[in-house]
């Protein structure tokens, strides 16, 4: 059974940092699209970031591009997403998810496996 466990979550002020790791198992990590979606309360799950198996290829949101970077390392099994600038906005629950696309998608549909999520509050 194809595992995402989220950690890296946490309080952070406005302006800060965060870096958010997913560890996947039992899955072929590097044939993967990995990406990272969001969902703040009462709202609809969202698109944050994207990245291809190899890591060459990366897709942002508006709302994030320039602020957020999606990395992985293949060797590790593990997906990153470096948080910086951080706004109140940002403030949600973080999934990373797993699909076999050919290219990084923002639509849920193309993604196969979800983690538990970890919360991410944003303080002003």
């Known amino acids: 059974q194809v595992q995402l466990v989220e950690s890296g979550g946490g309080l952070v002020q406005a302006g800060g940092s965060l870096r958010l790791s997913c560890a996947a198992s039992?899955?072929?990590?590097?044939?993967?699209?990995m990406g990272w979606f969001r969902q703040a309360p009462g709202k609809e799950r969202e698109f944050v970031a994207a990245?291809?198996?190899?890591?060459?290829?990366?897709y942002y949101a508006d709302s994030v591009k320039g602020r957020f970077t999606i990395s992985r390392d293949n060797a590790k099994t593990t997906v990153y997403l470096q948080m910086n600038s951080v706004i109140p906005e940002d403030t949600a629950i973080y999934y990373c998810?797993?699909?076999?696309?050919?290219?990084?998608?923002?639509?849920?549909?193309?993604?196969?496996?979800w983690g538990q999520g970890t919360q991410v509050t944003v303080s002003s």
């Open positions: 998810a797993a699909g076999v696309t050919t290219q990084p998608t923002m639509s849920t549909r193309s993604y196969d496996y």
């Open positions: 039992r899955l072929t990590f590097r044939i993967f699209t």
């Open positions: 990245v291809s198996g190899s890591g060459g290829n990366t």
